[in-house]
């Protein structure tokens, strides 16, 4: 479904990615660890083509995307749902209007149509009745979770989630890697996930890839990731002060 090649991205003279290369496969849900900094953040804004590489390709489902005219990037991004990391929800908006903002914009759904997909897709994520609550209303993990509403709203293939554990209590962070792992069951999507939470990587990964130093290191199953000998990975998985990664 996704197929990274060799992708740089430096921003002045600071370079970020630095040869990225990462294949997703349909269905499965990839896990992005690295430190806060890394480039994680910088990779998915790649994948809906908010940025641009300085280098490298990006396929997304066998086409590249990388040189496509804005209109045809527009429709290969309708693949894409995205949580963002503060869920991105607008002030001003109700629950509904939240939701289905896209919706109202980009399809020519009738209301009554935008009205039902709406409902659906806060059940979805165990919401239900609180299209007119305003943002201010609802505590970090109803937000997250109405975020992650919007993303479906549209039926997407891929659905991004760009540290969706974090600002919110163990608890509901749980629940939304419940979440996680419900809707590639049900929804059958792909799924990219970045994250530093190793809690919720291996609860929700199919395969792991660390980020580090603008590189994929290491990829494996949360099992060969937790057994992984790479000193770099050891001392990211468990959290520890020293080791080769140095604060920086």
């Given at each position: 479904?996704?197929?990274?090649?060799?992708?740089?991205?430096?921003?002045?003279?600071?370079?970020?990615?630095?040869?990225?290369?990462?294949?997703?496969?349909?269905?499965?849900?990839?896990?992005?660890?690295?430190?806060?900094g890394?480039?994680?953040?910088?990779?998915l804004?790649?994948?809906i083509?908010?940025?641009?590489?300085?280098?490298?390709?990006?396929?997304?489902?066998?086409?590249?995307?990388?040189?496509?005219?804005?209109?045809?990037?527009?429709?290969?991004?309708?693949?894409?749902?995205?949580?963002?990391?503060?869920?991105?929800?607008?002030?001003?908006?109700?629950?509904?209007?939240?939701?289905?903002?896209?919706?109202?914009?980009?399809t020519?759904?009738?209301p009554a149509?935008?009205?039902?997909?709406?409902?659906?897709?806060?059940?979805?994520?165990?919401?239900?009745?609180?299209?007119?609550?305003?943002?201010?209303?609802?505590?970090?993990?109803?937000?997250?979770?109405?975020?992650?509403?919007?993303?479906?709203?549209?039926?997407?293939?891929?659905?991004?989630?760009?540290?969706?554990?974090?600002?919110?209590?163990?608890?509901?962070?749980?629940?939304?890697n419940?979440?996680?792992?419900?809707?590639?069951?049900?929804?059958?999507?792909?799924?990219?996930?970045?994250?530093?939470?190793?809690?919720?990587?291996?609860?929700?990964?199919?395969?792991?890839?660390?980020?580090?130093?603008?590189?994929?290191?290491?990829?494996?199953t949360?099992?060969?990731?937790?057994?992984?000998?790479?000193?770099?990975?050891?001392?990211?998985?468990?959290?520890?002060?020293?080791?080769?990664?140095t604060?920086?």
């Amino acid at each position: 479904m996704i197929k990274i090649v060799d992708l740089h991205k430096s921003f002045g003279t600071k370079p970020v990615l630095r040869g990225v290369d990462l294949e997703i496969e349909t269905g499965e849900t990839m896990v992005v660890i690295g430190q806060s900094g890394s480039g994680k953040s910088v990779l998915l804004k790649h994948l809906i083509g908010i940025l641009k590489p300085d280098k490298g390709e990006i396929f997304i489902d066998g086409l590249e995307i990388t040189r496509l005219r804005e209109e045809e990037l527009q429709r290969i991004t309708r693949k894409f749902g995205m949580l963002f990391q503060a869920a991105a929800l607008f002030d001003s908006l109700t629950v509904g209007e939240n939701v289905s903002f896209g919706l109202e914009r980009y399809t020519d759904h009738s209301p009554a149509e935008i009205r039902r997909i709406v409902a659906e897709s806060l059940n979805k994520v165990g919401l239900n009745d609180i299209e007119g609550l305003m943002p201010f209303e609802l505590s970090g993990g109803m937000k997250k979770r109405v975020g992650l509403a919007r993303a479906i709203a549209y039926g997407p293939e891929i659905i991004l989630y760009d540290e969706p554990s974090t600002g919110i209590d163990p608890i509901r962070a749980d629940s939304i890697n419940d979440l996680i792992n419900d809707l590639k069951r049900d929804l059958r999507v792909t799924s990219v996930v970045i994250t530093h939470d190793m809690v919720s990587s291996y609860k929700v990964a199919d395969r792991i890839a660390m980020l580090y130093e603008g590189r994929i290191i290491e990829i494996g199953t949360p099992a060969e990731i937790q057994a992984s000998s790479n000193p770099i990975i050891r001392q990211f998985i468990h959290g520890q002060a020293r080791g080769p990664i140095t604060d920086r």
